[in-house]
Every structure is written in structure tokens, then in C-alpha cells.
């Protein structure tokens, strides 16, 4: 058996509030990169399905409840660099003393109020149109990178002015441009010569539109299903036949790292991601769930599905319970 090229970095690369509506979207860039890795378009959202809520679930590996993130209170104060609920790049750090982790977010709060201080995190806040190019240039000058995290906003900005989901063109739009500076970014990676030995994670946390055509929070569909897929060594390729949440982007990444992931963690390596037993004894026997929703070029929510037909067949129900999302 030929032996798995050693992962020597992760990239998780995000964009807010885009559900799985990349799908209407022109995405090119997701497109192709799905194509080459795993990929679902029904992962879940934690609830409440607000961004501080959720990012703090993909960055903390537990749900809402225990790491206790909203988007007052990133707003407000720092994380505590004493919680129980350490951040992914407080896990890094600890047992990786000199290794290189970034965070740059169109969000500031992330950087200030969900990623602890003292850590020696090169953090970026800005807007994206600025944020991609300092990327790239931290990028060239850093190719040892360890963890890298990105989160653009304007698809969110977008869905609370214009309106979430496949009827608000300028939604569409705004996801079609994070497309195009996310594509930048993986086509920086391959430059580089960095893809091969790289596990990149693509996502968004949230989507929007279901109890409210402007807002998110609820456990609607519309709210809570979203795109997630994984490219790198050792991936398995196609559609992701097992429930995924954003909170196992974390645990991917320490076990890609070759990092434990903790047991009291919600966070799993979702059932048959990767093609080694190791990741199956990392998943903590999380259930797999039949989804066989494929690339959009091919689908409308699956081959011959509904969108309906695509959670049921991923274990999920429609739920159109609300709640208010704190951010504007």
C-alpha cells in the first residue's frame, strides 16, 4: 500500500452566511476544488445559527452551549485564555511551541473575541477586498504555516440587506465574489507548491433566509444547511455519505495535525473521510448517515432530489423553530 503523504498544514477557509446556496451561485472556484476532495452540501449549522454562535463551534470544537460565544459578547471582551473550551489554535500552540498559526477575518470579533490573546497568532481584521491580498502576502512570506483560518464576510452583509437565498441575485453576487478571492487563495496555495501536503477545509457557518428573508437563526433548512468539504492527503473523493457538522472542522484539523482530539469535545472526524483506519478510531464511532448529494453541475440538491429528499437522506428533519440573530 502506498503511504499517505504526511500533512504538514491546515487551511480553513470559510465565508459567512452562504448556506448551501453555492450551489445557484457562479462558483467555479468551489466547483472545482469540491471535485477533488469530499464534500457535502447538508452539513449542519449549530444552533442558534448566528455567526458568533457557529464560528465559535468551528474554532472551539464544541456546540453554543458549552463554549458560550454570542456575537455581544466576542464584541465585548477577549476570550478567556483559561477556558475549558480552548480555541484550535490554543490546542496548536500547546503542543506545538514554534509553530506558525494565522487568522485572518473580515470579522473582527473572531480575531478579538473567540481566538485568545497571548498566543502568538499572526491575526488580520479587515475588510475582504483588503484581507485576501494580505493573506497572499503573509502567505508567500510564511509557506510554514501550520493552521491557517479565513473568514470572509460580504455574504452575509449581502443576505441581511438584500435578502438570504436563490432568489436575491445580489446575495448570489456576493457569494460569487468570496468565490473568486477564495479561489485566489487555493490558487496561491498551488503556486506555492503547498497543495500536496495540505488539508484545506472549505465551509461557511451558517446560511439565512428561512424564518426571516433577511435574517438567520433559526433551525430552518435555509438557515442550517450548509457546504462543507475537505481536500488533502488521505481524503476520500465524492459525495460525504455520513452527517457532518461545522464543529467537526476542528476536529479534522487536529487529526490531520496528527494532534488528539479531545475526548469531551462535541467535534468528530466525520465516518469515512479519510481512507485510514485512524481517522475512523478518531470519528468516536459518530453514526454515518446515507447522503448522496453530488456536485451541483450534476444536481438540484442531489441527482433527482429535492432538496427534501437531500436531508432526509443526510438523517436531518425540517424544524422552523426561530431565533434572533443579534448580529446586523
Given at each position: 500500500?502506498?503511504?499517505?503523504?504526511?500533512?504538514?498544514?491546515?487551511?480553513?477557509?470559510?465565508?459567512?452566511?452562504?448556506?448551501?446556496?453555492?450551489?445557484?451561485?457562479?462558483?467555479?472556484?468551489?466547483?472545482?476544488?469540491?471535485?477533488?476532495?469530499?464534500?457535502?452540501?447538508?452539513?449542519?449549522?449549530?444552533?442558534?445559527?448566528?455567526?458568533?454562535?457557529?464560528?465559535?463551534?468551528?474554532?472551539?470544537g464544541v456546540k453554543p452551549e458549552r463554549h458560550g460565544l454570542t456575537n455581544e459578547r466576542v464584541a465585548e471582551a477577549p476570550y478567556p485564555p483559561d477556558s475549558s473550551f480552548p480555541?484550535?489554535?490554543?490546542?496548536?500552540?500547546?503542543?506545538?511551541?514554534?509553530?506558525?498559526?494565522?487568522?485572518?477575518?473580515?470579522?473582527?470579533?473572531?480575531?478579538?473575541?473567540?481566538?485568545?490573546?497571548?498566543?502568538?497568532?499572526?491575526?488580520?481584521?479587515?475588510?475582504?477586498?483588503?484581507?485576501?491580498?494580505?493573506?497572499?502576502?503573509?502567505?508567500?512570506?510564511?509557506?510554514?504555516?501550520?493552521?491557517?483560518?479565513?473568514?470572509?464576510?460580504?455574504?452575509?452583509?449581502?443576505?441581511?440587506?438584500?435578502?438570504?437565498?436563490?432568489?436575491?441575485?445580489?446575495?448570489?453576487?456576493?457569494?460569487?465574489?468570496?468565490?473568486?478571492?477564495?479561489?485566489?487563495v487555493l490558487s496561491r496555495i498551488e503556486a506555492l507548491d503547498l497543495a500536496k501536503d495540505s488539508l484545506i477545509v472549505l465551509l461557511t457557518d451558517h446560511g439565512g433566509g428561512g424564518?426571516?428573508?433577511?435574517?438567520?437563526?433559526?433551525?430552518?433548512?435555509?438557515?442550517?444547511?450548509?457546504?462543507?468539504?475537505?481536500?488533502?492527503?488521505?481524503?476520500?473523493?465524492?459525495?460525504?455519505?455520513?452527517?457532518?457538522?461545522?464543529?467537526?472542522?476542528?476536529?479534522?484539523?487536529?487529526?490531520?495535525?496528527?494532534?488528539?482530539?479531545?475526548?469531551?469535545?462535541?467535534?468528530?472526524?466525520?465516518?469515512?473521510?479519510?481512507?485510514?483506519s485512524g481517522a475512523d478510531a478518531a470519528s468516536g464511532g459518530k453514526t454515518a448517515v446515507s447522503e448522496e448529494n453530488g456536485l451541483k453541475a450534476r444536481i438540484g440538491g442531489g441527482?433527482?432530489?429535492?432538496?427534501?429528499?437531500?436531508?432526509?437522506?443526510?438523517?436531518?428533519?425540517?424544524?422552523?423553530?426561530?431565533?434572533?440573530?443579534?448580529?446586523?
Amino acid at each position: 500500500m502506498e503511504e499517505r503523504q504526511t500533512i504538514r498544514r491546515v487551511f480553513i477557509l470559510g465565508m459567512d452566511g452562504a448556506g448551501n446556496f453555492v450551489r445557484e451561485a457562479a462558483t467555479p472556484h468551489l466547483d472545482a476544488w469540491f471535485a477533488r476532495g469530499a464534500y457535502t452540501y447538508f452539513a449542519q449549522a449549530e444552533l442558534p445559527t448566528i455567526s458568533a454562535e457557529c464560528w465559535g463551534s468551528v474554532l472551539h470544537g464544541v456546540k453554543p452551549e458549552r463554549h458560550g460565544l454570542t456575537n455581544e459578547r466576542v464584541a465585548e471582551a477577549p476570550y478567556p485564555p483559561d477556558s475549558s473550551f480552548p480555541s484550535l489554535f490554543r490546542l496548536v500552540r500547546e503542543r506545538e511551541p514554534d509553530a506558525k498559526l494565522a487568522s485572518f477575518s473580515g470579522w473582527g470579533p473572531i480575531n478579538n473575541g473567540m481566538i485568545e490573546d497571548g498566543l502568538g497568532v499572526h491575526k488580520v481584521s479587515l475588510p475582504d477586498a483588503e484581507l485576501v491580498p494580505a493573506l497572499l502576502g503573509y502567505l508567500d512570506d510564511n509557506p510554514d504555516v501550520r493552521l491557517l483560518f479565513l473568514q470572509l464576510d460580504e455574504p452575509d452583509g449581502a443576505g441581511h440587506r438584500y435578502g438570504y437565498g436563490a432568489d436575491s441575485p445580489s446575495y448570489l453576487a456576493a457569494i460569487g465574489v468570496s468565490d473568486e478571492r477564495i479561489g485566489r487563495v487555493l490558487s496561491r496555495i498551488e503556486a506555492l507548491d503547498l497543495a500536496k501536503d495540505s488539508l484545506i477545509v472549505l465551509l461557511t457557518d451558517h446560511g439565512g433566509g428561512g424564518a426571516d428573508k433577511r435574517g438567520h437563526g433559526s433551525a430552518h433548512p435555509m438557515d442550517r444547511d450548509v457546504f462543507w468539504s475537505c481536500i488533502g492527503p488521505g481524503v476520500k473523493k465524492g459525495p460525504l455519505a455520513g452527517a457532518v457538522t461545522i464543529a467537526d472542522t476542528a476536529a479534522v484539523a487536529l487529526h490531520a495535525l496528527g494532534l488528539g482530539v479531545p475526548a469531551d469535545w462535541d467535534a468528530r472526524v466525520p465516518a469515512e473521510l479519510f481512507a485510514d483506519s485512524g481517522a475512523d478510531a478518531a470519528s468516536g464511532g459518530k453514526t454515518a448517515v446515507s447522503e448522496e448529494n453530488g456536485l451541483k453541475a450534476r444536481i438540484g440538491g442531489g441527482p433527482g432530489r429535492t432538496d427534501a429528499a437531500g436531508r432526509a437522506g443526510a438523517g436531518l428533519r425540517e424544524d422552523g423553530s426561530r431565533a434572533e440573530d443579534g448580529r446586523v
